[in-house]
């Protein structure tokens, strides 16, 4: 079986051996930079898997390096920072983080983090043909992983595609945001509501025709979301 190809990013020599070392003894093959720039140029020169990626760097800082990976991929990213206000976890969010961890952390919670976001990233095949759904002009092919509006494809990401036929599935039900968390992004989760307001918000620039005024991806107010056909 091949392994997993991780490249971790941060400009601290013993972070960036200590997340290395603890990968390697887990059989992950490991990559490392010391800033954003190499960090791009790794990722550009290596078939990469998965990116742990540091935020305050020289040379490019993590949030501009994870744009620059992004303009090209779409494997998981995670976010390791000491940095612990919201607005930064939004932004990276935002930029096209998967997840985002919060300095000191321990080797468990980091290996939790990452086969939950290794897990999402793989299209999972039905085990029985499943018909296409479609709501109004959002129709989406489950086997195919495709998704089109008005008849024309649109690109997500595993995270977004997993959330979109969620929500599809349970029409008009209010669904918490727990509970959205733990089927979509796994056990682990459940007090993360920032990052369902990041994934509903890409979501509807995807899906609605005034993405301001959603008529499909509805916020229930303190409670989490529904899905209006």
């Known amino acids: 079986m091949q ?22 003894k887990r059989n992950f093959e490991v990559y490392t930079a010391a800033n ?16 742990i990626m540091d935020l305050m760097m020289p040379r490019m800082d993590g949030i501009e ?3 620059h990976m992004r303009r090209s991929s779409m494997i998981p990213i995670i976010v390791l920072s000491a940095l612990e206000e919201e607005h930064h976890k939004v932004e990276a969010l935002n930029q096209g983080a998967d997840d985002y961890l919060t300095k000191p952390f ?3 919670e980091l290996m939790a983090r ?26 989406v092919d489950r086997e195919r992983h495709l998704v089109t509006v008005h008849g024309k494809p649109i690109e997500l ?11 599809m599935e349970n029409p008009r039900k ?14 682990e989760y459940g007090q993360e509501a920032e990052y369902l307001r990041v994934y509903i918000g890409r979501l509807r620039q995807k899906i609605e025709n005034n993405p301001s005024q959603p008529r499909h991806l509805l ?5 989490g979301y529904s899905f209006e056909p």
């Open 3 to 24: 392994k997993t190809r991780v490249l971790v990013v941060d400009d601290e020599q013993p972070l960036r051996d200590f997340v290395s070392r603890n990968l390697q």
């Open 36 to 51: 954003g720039m190499e960090a791009v140029a790794v990722f550009q020169a290596n078939p990469v898997d998965l990116v």
């Open 65 to 67: 390096a994870i744009g």
């Open 106 to 108: 321990g080797v468990d």
């Open 114 to 139: 990452i086969n939950a976001v290794v897990r999402r990233a793989k299209w999972h095949k039905a085990s029985q043909p499943t018909a296409p759904l479609a709501h109004a002009a959002i129709v």
């Open 157 to 167: 990401t595993p995270t977004e595609f997993n959330l979109l036929v969620y929500l």
């Open 174 to 187: 209010v669904l918490p945001h727990e509970l959205i968390l733990r089927a979509i992004w796994g056990p």
């Open 219 to 223: 916020t229930e107010r303190g409670i």
